[in-house]
């Protein structure tokens, strides 16, 4: 078999805030784009690049079998493997992250340590970056210790105990001893390396731990949760505050579909939901680092946003091909830009006024929201009330039509919802009542154009009849309560109509690109939210419990699952389907009060 067909999203990932990276279950790094998560994929072998590599692996002759997990309440990963003579070996990855001098250390560094546990193991260790998108291979240089590879607009070393020529010509040796490398900058260790890498993996274990530590986590779905958690950290670029949606490009939502994206950008959408869900479990450091992101955006003189945007700020994401990458399981073609962040999505005012709620109410905060602060979003108000009744491509970005989505129209409400109850908060009085006359003319109209009295539930926009999954959180917004019979019916009709097996679908009318195929893993969990909601428990329990057998065996997920046999598809980590997650176990656990 090639590498291409070999591949699937049985994946770790590694990261710290500056970058991340994937692993497969033999610890191979097969994706990893340097210096940051927009950039070129040094490491690619997930997307089969045609002249081969883009890896780092580490080969044990005569392989029979791994295991890998992570080190509990970490973002480190260790892997064994086995050969067929006993003989066994252990890898530890993990990116350097801890408090110093004020600050986190968060270099653009994967730390690797490799342990003899048994026999006389035979290894080669293959470290073939590509550049330029997987088109070359980089020129690179060696020294005694080192080696530096020249890769687009930045040089990486490999720092390694190891004797050099056995890296550099990827010779086979017998394993005696432990061996460390350090993958990053090029700059040059001041301390051995073996005491650098012990040191970096204490601290790294205490950065995790103590961050978990904090989390208000719910009783039940504890490891579930953490691991969620943790995934949902790591995809923040720190440098911005910026969140991106996943790490990857262009994994299909499905075999052979041209539902094929570059998700490595931050959609203000996306970044809204993981804001929200870490403030639940009281991680708000993240909040805080995004809304500077949402105020460093150079937004246009209305106030008005795009619904995408790059890490770095960046506004135009021109969708481009990569020729030199085949693709995920040779499914090409590889994007690199995202044409989304031309469409008009209205949600997104909703979103980040959503996002930002928490700074005027949380008083552990050092810097909470202000009267300053809240002018800063009322500009978002004013859009939300002006764009609330007209068309867009909505939160599923259909490129080819525009409606009135119902969802886009609740969320503009909910942004000056939001307002008007912040307003309260800093005493404005009298922009409290601007804000929610507003919001209630909105929410009437609203309920009169999204109601479909024929077909007996809401419907996906104004006038229409059709349903989407993101009707499933009229409730958790606020818009209506559960109780309402007009939510209660929704719910049941999306459960018929939308509901296939274990898995819902976000809609079913084809649309651009054909009838959707996969399961939307996030509208499962909102499903899920929604039927505990209004009282079916037990159902919803049942398919929760489903949902996390399907995680990979490390307990992350991907955008989209197979409906036939849970296969994980779409871009991953995907951090929608780890915020619905969250979400549903927070709905579902016991309390705490209950454990005794």
Avoid at 128 to 155: I, K
Avoid at 164 to 179: K, M, P, S, T, W
Avoid at 310 to 319: K, V
Avoid at 533 to 544: K, M, T, V
Wanted: aromatic residues 12%; proline residues 4%; glycine residues 8%.
């Amino acid at each position: 078999m090639t590498p291409a067909d070999t591949s699937t999203l049985d994946l770790g990932l590694v990261g710290n805030g500056s970058f991340g990276a994937l692993f497969d279950t033999k610890a191979r790094l097969v994706w990893s784009c340097l210096p940051a998560f927009d950039g070129d994929p040094a490491f690619c072998a997930l997307l089969s690049p045609k002249a081969g590599h883009g890896d780092w692996s580490i080969e044990l002759d005569d392989f029979a079998r791994s295991e890998q997990a992570y080190i509990e309440n970490t973002a480190i990963l260790r892997t064994v493997l086995h050969d067929r003579h006993g003989a066994s070996i252990e890898i530890l990855d993990f990116a350097p992250r801890w408090r110093q001098h004020g600050r986190f250390y968060r270099p653009v560094m994967i730390t690797r340590r490799v342990r003899l546990l048994s026999g006389s193991p035979r290894i080669r260790i293959l470290l073939r970056p590509l550049a330029d998108w997987g088109a070359r291979t980089p020129e690179y240089t060696w020294g005694s210790n080192h080696m530096r590879f020249l890769l687009q607009d930045f040089a990486l070393r490999a720092t390694t105990d190891m004797p050099i020529r056995l890296l550099r010509e990827g010779l086979a040796f017998v394993l005696d001893r432990d061996l460390h490398f350090v993958l990053g900058p090029d700059e040059t260790l001041t301390q051995p390396i073996d005491e650098f890498v012990r040191d970096a993996l204490h601290r790294t274990t205490d950065y995790w731990r103590e961050w978990v530590r904090y989390l208000s986590i719910p009783l039940d779905f504890q490891e579930a949760v953490i691991r969620s958690a943790i995934t949902l950290k790591l995809c923040q670029y720190e440098d911005s505050g910026g969140i991106i949606a996943a790490m990857t490009t262009s994994i299909p939502e499905a075999p052979g579909t041209a539902r094929n994206w570059d998700y490595r950008y931050c959609w203000l959408r996306d970044a809204a939901f993981v804001v929200r869900t870490l403030n639940r479990l009281g991680a708000t450091r993240t909040m805080e680092e995004y809304i500077r992101y949402i105020f460093n955006l150079a937004v246009s003189d209305d106030g008005d946003m795009q619904p995408v945007y790059g890490i770095d700020y960046a506004h135009e994401l021109t969708e481009e091909e990569m020729p030199a990458l085949a693709g995920y399981r040779g499914m090409g073609p590889v994007r690199r830009g995202n044409l989304a962040y031309v469409q008009r999505q209205h949600d997104t005012y909703g979103s980040v006024v959503l996002a930002s709620a928490q700074l005027f109410f949380d008083r552990r905060l050092e810097h909470p929201g202000d009267a300053a602060t809240f002018a800063k979003l009322e500009p978002l108000g004013n859009l939300a009330w002006k764009q609330y009744d007209q068309p867009d491509a909505g939160l599923w970005e259909f490129r080819g039509k525009a409606h009135v989505h119902t969802y886009s129209s609740a969320m503009c409400w909910a942004a000056c919802d939001r307002l008007a109850r912040i307003a309260v908060q800093l005493g404005l009085d009298a922009r409290a009542t601007h804000w929610r006359e507003r919001a209630d003319t909105m929410r009437t109209r609203i309920l009169a154009e999204a109601w479909n009295a024929e077909a007996g539930h809401f419907a996906d926009a104004f006038g229409g009849d059709r349903l989407d999954a993101s009707l499933l959180l009229l409730a958790d917004l606020g818009f209506v309560t559960p109780e309402d019979p007009r939510f209660v019916a929704t719910v049941d009709a999306i459960g018929r109509t939308l509901r296939h097996g274990d898995g819902l679908f976000r809609y079913v009318v084809p649309d651009d690109f054909g009838a959707p195929e996969t399961s939307f893993t996030i509208c499962t969990f909102w499903y899920i939210d929604a039927l505990a909601s209004i009282g079916r428990q037990h159902e919803a329990r049942s398919l929760f419990e489903t949902m996390l057998a399907r995680r990979n065996h490390l307990g992350l997920l991907s955008e989209d699952m197979s409906f036939e046999d849970g296969e994980a598809w779409g871009n991953f980590p995907q951090t929608y389907s780890h915020v619905g997650l969250i979400m549903a176990a927070m709905r579902l656990s016991r309390s705490w009060q209950e454990a005794a």
